[in-house]
């Protein structure tokens, strides 16, 4: 042991046991379940859970056998590592939780929302036990690991979705994309899929300008294989027409590129408003707004109103989507879908409420949680951003994907969507945090 607290492999290994090795392949099970939908994703975030529970119990009987100087190595208060960003990330589960219980009458399955928290225990327990979290930074085996694994989820599920988009059979699904027209990967819904890969392909653009100033083979992986996977991934949100997710990727992207020369951002930005210019001035306008754009306003008009009449808990987490139809009914909202019915040989619209999300991340927040919620959430992006700038493992990484999620958030409800969640854990606890070499 030395001053700085820095364990060698054997010490870590006999302190942790298996459970930290167990630990680490758990994680790299949650970055390849990534994009291969819900099932994958519950099953590899199941396993990281039960690793970091055998971890406590393993640290609690390592600190009553071994000595201080191995405690201080281990076992640093982990609010240590905790920044404003962490706080209010807790302060808005707790306040979802609270939604919960104080709805719980009006819920027809308490326990399916409160499995909707699980991703945010998940981050709150590689906190609580820091150095499991260093210790898989500080071991280039786990780390390339990750990203092979996550690199891999990535390409494959994107492929399978653009083949599916213009052949109309996805060969991973052996079935037809649910909708035709649009990449969806293997969610097999567009705007999951692109709102969940927006940030993806963030992180991979900005690995792909390091790799120009510098490196040759990150972490052992070839640097074609880091452009075709980016390439791929941006034709991927590209033609699953998610313009909200698009329209992160621009802001995103505008970021990084001030990130990494402000000289071409303004290049950039001039080029882009003059294109832009020019595009809106040669494109004939049509009266009105489209179907899509006036059940969106529907949605943001529902969830304000819901906020209003109940601004202390909300109507639950996860709730909003549930009661959407009735909310409507109940504040007048005038019906905003249809079918089409055929009745003595006549075609007949019939029109009713549609139910879903708020299509926004902030209403839904106030909506599902109450005022302290919403706030709690605004307050953690604000704070994730702003720690994000001042790390330098995720200023060019993570900072445009914060950027991205907050600018596709006011158009698509991403907070509440479990595939798109499943990018916090490692995103915020790996790449944002300070990061320790203890090995």
């Known amino acids: 042991m030395t001053g700085n607290n820095i364990l060698n492999w054997k010490q870590f290994v006999r302190l942790l046991g298996w459970p930290g090795f167990y630990f680490g392949l758990a994680m790299v099970a949650m970055a390849a379940a990534t994009y291969f939908g819900n099932l994958f994703i519950g099953i590899s975030q199941g396993m990281v859970a039960l690793c970091m529970i055998a971890l406590i119990v393993t640290r609690i009987k390592a600190k009553s056998e071994e000595g201080d100087e191995v405690q201080s190595g281990l076992y640093q208060s982990p609010f240590r590592t905790w920044r404003a960003s962490s706080w209010c990330l807790l302060g808005f589960f707790f306040f979802a939780l609270i939604s919960i219980f104080a709805t719980t009458a009006e819920l027809e399955s308490p326990i399916s929302h409160l499995r909707g928290l699980r991703y945010f225990i998940i981050v709150f327990l590689i906190l609580t036990i820091p150095f499991t979290r260093n210790f898989l930074n500080s071991r280039k085996i786990w780390v390339k690991a990750m990203a092979i694994a ?20 996805n060969p991973i699904l ?11 990967g293997l969610y097999g819904q567009p705007m999951t899929y692109a709102y969940s890969m927006q940030c993806s392909f963030l992180i991979l653009l900005a690995w792909s300008l390091t790799v120009l100033k510098g490196e040759k083979r990150p972490l052992g992986i070839n640097r074609l294989v880091i452009w075709g996977i980016t390439c791929v991934s941006g034709a991927g949100i590209l033609f699953s027409d998610a313009r909200g997710a698009m329209l992160g990727v621009a802001v995103g992207g505008m970021a990084m590129v001030w990130l990494f020369s402000r000289k071409l951002a303004l290049i950039v930005i001039a080029t882009a408003l003059i294109g832009g210019g020019a595009y809106i001035l040669g494109t004939k306008a049509e009266p009105g707004i489209s179907v899509s754009d006036s059940r969106r306003l529907s949605q943001w008009k529902t969830a304000s109103l819901a906020f209003v009449k109940h601004p202390i808990f909300g109507v639950g987490f996860d709730n909003f989507e549930r009661r959407c139809a009735d909310l409507k009914v109940e504040f007048h909202i005038p019906f905003d879908k249809f079918v089409v019915k055929v009745e003595d040989g ?19 927040a106030f909506a599902s949680t109450g005022v302290f919620g919403g706030l709690s959430f605004m307050a953690f992006l604000g704070f994730w951003g702003l720690e994000s700038l ?50």
């Open 174 to 184: 052996m079935e037809a994309p649910a909708k035709p027209g649009q990449a969806s």
């Open 390 to 439: 001042r790390s330098r493992n995720a200023r060019l990484f993570v900072f445009p994907s914060i950027v991205a999620i907050a600018i596709s958030g006011t158009f698509e409800n991403t907070f509440s969507d479990s595939e798109v969640l499943s990018f916090y854990p490692v995103s915020y606890t790996h790449l944002t945090l300070p990061t320790k070499r203890i090995v």
């Open 346 to 364: 006549k075609r007949k619209r019939v029109w009713f409420h549609l139910k879903g999300h708020a299509h926004n991340n902030y209403l839904s």
């Open 150 to 169: 996550w690199l891999v989820s990535v390409g494959v599920a994107t492929v399978s979705g653009l083949i599916g988009n213009f052949t109309g059979f």
